[in-house]
């Protein structure tokens, strides 16, 4: 499982390939028991908890369609802890800028 947070950093600006616009999610298998996906205020303190289904896509947006430097802060999420079974999936961020031939090390 992991603990709220937001695919989006305010760095990544400055990287070669620009923020990531949106996160593709996809669950692989099904889950007996929790490892749901909870988007923990999706405007007006409201959460939404996706169960894990084989085949299921998610996609939402990390940034805003005015700004595209700008989070979204109704995408912070967190996995639930999966209580029976196990979880897999797989997930692609969509950024900005093509990636191809740009180094994983950044030098500031």
Not at 69 to 80: G, R, V
Request: charged residues 25%; proline residues 4%.
């Amino acid at each position: 499982y992991y603990k709220e947070h937001h695919d989006n950093s305010a760095l990544f600006k400055y990287y070669p390939e620009g923020p990531r616009l949106l996160t593709v999610f996809l669950y692989l298998n099904d889950v007996e028991e929790g490892g749901e996906t909870k988007f923990t205020d999706i405007g007006n303190g409201t959460s939404l908890m996706i169960k894990p289904k084989r085949g299921l896509a998610l996609i939402w947006p990390s940034v805003l369609d005015k700004d595209l430097s700008m989070s979204d802060s109704n995408t912070f999420h967190e996995a639930i802890i999966v209580n029976k079974g196990v979880k897999f999936a797989v997930n692609a961020w969509l950024r900005l800028r093509n990636s191809e031939g740009i180094s994983d090390c950044y030098h500031y």
